[in-house]
């Protein structure tokens, strides 16, 4: 089955400077990606997602690489703001299957 | 759209009791919900997935006795934990896709169960 692996587990940053999480995955049939958002005490809120065709997807101050050759994939949060802190969390699915979820980091964005 | 509500979002009850959390899909048809859990500082594990209208597929290791699940609709489907233990306290979670053919999965707001 899937394993995905996410890095780092915490991560703090100052306001404005970008924030980079990393998610290697295992099952080549995985074609699918999204990044979730976790507040405390929530459920966690879709925020962003790329599939398997696509190299690069960008929303406003986020954005997300895939390399499928690789099994890499990664979020990239520019200009950070407070409201960023939170428990981010990727995941792999292989089409409409179950999505297998990261570890997550704990981003920490200090004013 | 593709909101998913959950309740409660929180509830404490006594060891040996049982508590149902509802999940409803407001604006689409999910024919197929998800139920996971999470403990503190963990990601989410999946423990089953609930199909409307039939019985819900639960992952190695989950008691189904324990957890009943029930999808007796298109926008509702609950979650019991029967004889729950302080073991069983936890955050629950539940999500859905918004119809056949979407990947995306939206989740609920989640429900924390504290078991005295």
């Known amino acids: 089955g899937e394993n995905v692996e996410q890095h780092p587990s915490t991560l703090s940053v100052q306001e404005g400077d970008s924030a980079v999480i990393k998610c290697t995955y295992s099952d080549s049939a995985s074609n699918y990606f999204p990044w979730y958002k976790q507040e405390l005490g929530k459920g966690p809120q879709l925020i962003i997602d790329i599939r398997s065709n696509v190299g690069e997807k960008k929303d406003q101050r986020i954005a997300v690489t895939l390399n499928k050759t690789a099994k890499h994939f990664s979020l990239h949060i520019t200009e950070t703001q407070p409201e960023d802190s939170a428990v981010y969390f990727c995941a792999a699915s292989p089409g409409f299957q179950k999505l297998v979820f990261g570890t997550g980091t704990r981003l920490l964005v200090s004013p | 759209g593709a909101v998913v509500s959950q309740h409660p979002s929180w509830v404490i009850c006594k060891s040996g009791t049982s508590v149902k959390i509802e999940c409803r899909s407001l604006?689409?048809?999910?024919?197929?919900m998800f139920w996971y859990r999470q403990f503190p500082k963990q990601s989410l594990m999946l423990m089953a997935t609930s199909n409307e209208g039939s019985k819900a597929t639960y992952e190695q290791g989950v008691e189904k006795d324990k957890f009943l699940i029930n999808h007796a609709s298109l926008t509702l489907s609950t979650l019991t934990v029967t004889s729950a233990h302080p073991e069983d306290s936890s955050f629950y979670i539940c999500s859905a896709r918004p119809g056949q053919g979407h990947e995306k999965l939206f989740f609920g707001s989640g429900t924390q169960l504290s078991v005295l």
């Open positions: 604006d689409f048809q999910a024919t197929t």
